[in-house]
């Protein structure tokens, strides 16, 4: 090491975005070639939605969740009956 603080290794970002040129980064310059080539499309700012799935109606999941709690009813129940104590 050249003896340096951290202070003077550390990055200047004054000195970064006052740069007179700034090189656009890779993945930019790979579009712009690509897009010079090929132009896209024009894509709407917002496109429509696809067809929604179907949802389960609302006595479905009601009858899930009852069922649960009843067949948790009956296994306390049942470990109940079965303990010594």
């Known amino acids: ?27 930019a310059r790979m579009l712009a070639a690509r897009w010079r080539e090929n132009p ?14 179907p949802r389960r109606s609302s006595w479905v999941s009601t009858a899930l969740v009852l069922g649960c709690v009843a067949a948790v009813i009956v296994v306390l129940g049942y470990l109940q009956t079965r303990s010594p104590y």
């Open 40 to 53: 896209p499309g024009p894509v709407p700012f917002r496109p429509d939605p696809g067809p929604a799935a």
């Open 1 to 27: 090491m050249s003896g340096q603080g951290d202070e003077e290794r550390e990055f200047d970002f004054r000195w970064a975005a006052e740069a007179e040129l700034k090189e656009p980064s890779a993945r």
